[in-house]
């Protein structure tokens, strides 16, 4: 979430240009695609294209559509206008003939719990028509990394949040899937146990499997190879997430403070000011103009007693990229 | 159809019975306990039917009589009366279900012209209970019409030219008391298979939703059918097993005779749990709560397989209409194959009528049932 971790987002981008040419390229092309549930409109004229070799990430606030549009590819939710293509089916004609070739992680962990690690493995081989030994080969391999192979007798139910959503990953990866949809894969899911994810993700896309995921942390955001930003059913935004921030207006400030809930106070609304965004102890605050702004913020945060440790220019993090986005669109 | 997916939804289904031992324990000593409550309370209400006496002339003749019906076992006597009006009285109390009224002059009657009209009254609310007391009441009088020709005899050297005291003589010959329980049993067991077969496939596609499994088992390539037969199939297994226990209480434990051959009981027991296993799954797919699903299979299994298969209300006693909504109700055919099966020994081509009956519903509902599942959210 600090601009720490920012440079976590650039190797991604150089690997995204390495993987480009093996394998046939497998797209999904989503073009016009819409779902009211009666008076709502979920998702509204949703349009993008995501390529072999590409982790697509679709990112918003709570009921943004993401789940909705993560159905829709899947097969298992029909979309009211619009078109899919996975892999040159059109999944809205032919939903079961595009299933061969797709895994979809639900939102909600949806592994049997009163089934062990080991049968639900089994259970999703078999609805795949896996090999008994590629199987057991694949089985070991993601066990291994993903920390799960001495667990493999203990119900599903009995694992921790992050176990399980791993064992959602190996369910989903026991055959060979093209395309990958992920719905929140990784939330209630500690650090280290993202950070084994993550590896396994990286792992398939040199292997040319095209990767769509929804996430909550903006972390993860970073390192995807594209973003889509969801609000109301809607993108606003899509693009790498380099070339996001480059569309950020203005220039981003850290402000340390004792105080950065009364610093947001003083200086929510003054000019030249275009967003103030609290991170923890520090406060994120946008300028137009840092040399004529800095000064001025010094004085008024003096005026007000608020108290400062520093004020320095950062590279925006993709979290600030979105709320100076949604923000703007809000005000809009 | 992909047989391999088949299995591993079977197999899958069967792991997730095997570890809810609750449930497996409700699905197999349900029918039993069932059994044991319905087939006891078709003989407890059989053996006691509470009657009303009104001896008029209070001899030792008379009370000879009464204690025929007493000794008989199938009476008991709840009320003693003192005027004619007051049997109507307890009647309407419900404090007996039968009467008997002994005339003022009965033994000198019965001295003179070697016979004598005894009176029974039958509350006929309740046709069953009806019948099946008529019957007894034939043979109490059988029993006092034997102990008076011996008497007579004794006394005069001769048999009686005019034999017992009451009509219906032919029913003396008949054992009302088994052959009722013996008609009623097998409808019990088609009555519990329909209940507990529709129970227990009523969760199937629920648990599924509730759990929120659904979700990633639609986006495989599993088709519907394979999901209906892979889940079906366990289920099949312990139907049968259901039904074994339930036969097998009928013909060990109540001791219905059965005369027919085991091939045809469980081909048409077979035939029979496909259809009411068929219809908890429709109700299953079209239901996505577990109790929700699971109450209206009660609902729509209870009252009609209770009331409508004629296992405890005869159909030909019914107005017409009623007749012939009972050709829906798919426990009718059972109840008429097993009685069938169990009392008169008949076979498959025998009981052709009922069995194309329950093949047609067969055939409809796994129709139904393999168009009703959509790999679908909405
Ligand atoms: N089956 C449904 N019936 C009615 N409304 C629905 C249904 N599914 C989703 N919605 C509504 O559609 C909107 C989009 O929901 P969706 O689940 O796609 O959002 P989301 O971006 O996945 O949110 P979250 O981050 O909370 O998972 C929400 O307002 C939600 O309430
Ligand atoms: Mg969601």
Not at chain 1, 34 to 54: C, I, P, Q, R, Y
Not at chain 1, 165 to 175: E, F, S, V
Not at chain 2, 266 to 289: A, D, E, K, N, P
Request: with cysteine; glycine share 8%; proline share 4%.
């Amino acid at each position: 979430m600090t601009s720490g971790e920012i440079t976590v987002g650039n190797p991604v981008r150089t690997d995204v240009d390495k993987t480009s040419a093996p394998s046939a390229p497998v797209t999904v092309r989503a073009h016009g695609l819409s779902k009211s549930f009666g008076a709502l409109k979920a998702v509204n004229n949703v349009d993008f294209t995501v390529t072999a070799g590409e982790i697509f990430g679709l990112v918003g606030p709570d009921g943004a559509g993401k789940t909705t549009i993560m159905r829709m590819l899947a097969g298992v939710l029909s979309a009211d206008t619009g078109d899919i293509e996975v892999d040159g089916v059109d999944v809205t004609a032919d939903p079961e003939q595009a299933k061969l070739h797709l895994s979809y992680m639900p939102q909600r962990f949806g592994l049997y719990e009163d089934l062990t690690v080991a049968e639900n493995i089994f259970f999703y081989g078999e609805l795949f028509s896996v090999s008994r030994t590629d199987r057991l080969v694949r089985s070991q391999a993601l066990l291994k990394a993903a920390g799960l192979a001495d667990f493999q007798k203990r119900l599903a139910g009995q694992l921790s949040g992050g176990m399980k959503q791993k064992l959602g990953l190996i369910c989903a990866l026991i055959h060979t899937p093209r395309v990958l949809l992920l719905d929140e894969p990784t939330t209630g899911v500690d650090p280290v146990s993202r950070r084994e994810f993550w590896g396994i993700l990286y792992n398939l896309r040199e292997s040319g499997v095209t990767i769509i995921l929804s996430t909550a942390y903006m972390d993860e955001a970073e390192r995807c190879s594209r973003l889509a930003l969801l609000h109301a059913g809607e993108i606003r935004y899509c693009d790498t997430p380099a070339r996001l921030k480059a569309t950020m207006p203005g220039v981003l400030l850290a402000i340390i403070s004792s105080n950065p809930r009364a610093l947001r106070e003083a200086l929510t609304g003054q000019t030249g000011i275009l967003g103030v965004l609290l991170m923890g102890d520090r406060v994120h605050v946008r300028v137009d103009d840092p040399a004529q702004r800095i000064p001025e913020i010094r004085a008024s945060l003096a005026n007000h007693h608020v108290e400062i440790t520093s004020i320095e220019q950062v590279v925006p993090g993709i979290e600030d990229v979105f709320v100076a986005l949604l923000g703007s669109e809000e005000t809009a | 159809m992909n047989l391999r997916r088949l299995f591993a939804l079977a197999y899958k289904e069967t792991l997730q019975i095997w570890r809810d031992p609750r449930s497996l324990a409700i699905a197999l000593l349900m029918p039993l306990m069932q059994m044991a409550i319905l087939g006891y309370g078709v003989s407890l209400d059989i053996k006691h039917v509470p009657l009303c006496v009104y001896d008029q002339e209070n001899s030792q003749q008379s009370r000879g009589l009464v204690q025929d019906f007493v000794s008989s076992g199938w009476f008991s006597i709840s009320r003693r009366l003192e005027r004619e009006a007051d049997i109507r009285d307890a009647m309407d109390r419900g404090s007996c279900n039968a009467a008997i009224v002994v005339p003022v002059n009965f033994s000198r009657t019965l001295a003179m012209n070697g016979t004598a009209p005894v009176q029974a009254i039958f509350d006929a609310t309740d046709v069953n209970t009806t019948n099946i007391a008529l019957g007894y009441a034939q043979g109490a009088m059988a029993q006092a019409s034997r102990e008076f020709v011996t008497g007579w005899a004794a006394a005069h050297g001769t048999q009686p030219s005019l034999v017992g005291q009451i009509n219906l003589e032919p029913n003396t010959w008949f054992n009302e008391t088994l052959d009722s329980r013996n008609f009623i049993i097998p409808g019990v067991v088609a009555v519990i298979l329909a209940l507990v077969g529709a129970q227990l496939t009523s969760l199937t596609i629920s648990r599924e939703w509730e759990r929120g499994t659904m979700e990633q088992l639609i986006s495989t390539p599993v088709t519907a059918l394979e999901v209906m037969l892979g889940k079906l199939t366990p289920y099949f297994m312990i139907g049968l097993i259901d039904a074994g226990f339930c036969l097998a209480v009928a013909i060990f434990w109540f001791h219905v005779p059965f005369r027919g051959n085991v091939i045809t009981l469980f081909t048409t027991t077979m035939l029979f749990l496909i259809v009411v296993l068929g219809i908890g799954y429709l109700i299953s797919v079209r239901i996505r709560s577990q109790l929700g699903a699971s109450q209206v299979a009660l609902l729509v299994t209870m009252l009609p397989t209770n009331l409508l298969s004629g296992y405890t209300f005869p159909i030909d006693q019914m107005p017409a209409a009623i007749q012939a909504l009972t050709l829906v109700v798919y426990a009718r055919y059972y109840v008429t194959i097993l009685r069938g099966v169990f009392l008169k020994g008949s076979s498959l081509t025998d009981l052709w009528m009922p069995i194309v009956g329950l093949s047609v519903y067969a055939l409809l509902i796994i129709w139904l049932a393999a168009r009703a599942f959509h790999k679908r959210i909405n």
